[in-house]
Nanobody, 122 residues
Framework: VQLQASGGGLVQAGGSLRLSCAASGRTFSALAMGWFRQAPGKERACVASISWSGGSTYYADSVKGRFTISRDNAKNTMYLQMNSLKPEDTAVYYC????????????????WGQGTQVTVSS
């Protein structure tokens, strides 16, 4: 399984970005997926997670109401729509495939994308 994250960039506070995570392999639709982010000097933290069907989602409190996670299993792609971006959202964003365990734990994910930088200026 390979995951390719894209869509990051530089945006002003209040702006929007949409991240994409393209997956190879036939098991994409069978497993939950998640987005994590890591800012300099901080631990990698779960931003959002989505079940295999897309019917169940989780959001960190810091992004709730601003970010939307979704997936298109026919396209083997997961998305993260980020609106009303804040400077504190600046981080490298990673997509990952969940293999089991708690959805907020990085150890619960076995395959990771390479990360895409999101920078929000004030």
């Amino acid at each position: 399984v390979q995951l390719q994250a894209s869509g990051g960039g530089l945006v002003q506070a209040g702006g929007s970005l949409r991240l994409s995570c393209a997956a190879s392999g036939r098991t994409f639709s069978a497993l939950a997926m998640g987005w994590f982010r890591q800012a300099p000097g901080k631990e990698r933290a779960c931003v959002a997670s989505i079940s295999w069907s897309g019917g169940s989602t989780y959001y960190a409190d810091s992004v709730k109401g601003r970010f939307t996670i979704s997936r298109d299993n026919a396209k083997n792609t997961m998305y993260l729509q980020m609106n009303s971006l804040k400077p504190e959202d600046t981080a490298v964003y990673y997509c990952a495939r969940r293999s089991g365990g708690r959805m907020v734990d990085a150890d619960s994910y076995d395959y990771w994308g390479q990360g895409t930088q999101v920078t929000v200026s004030s």
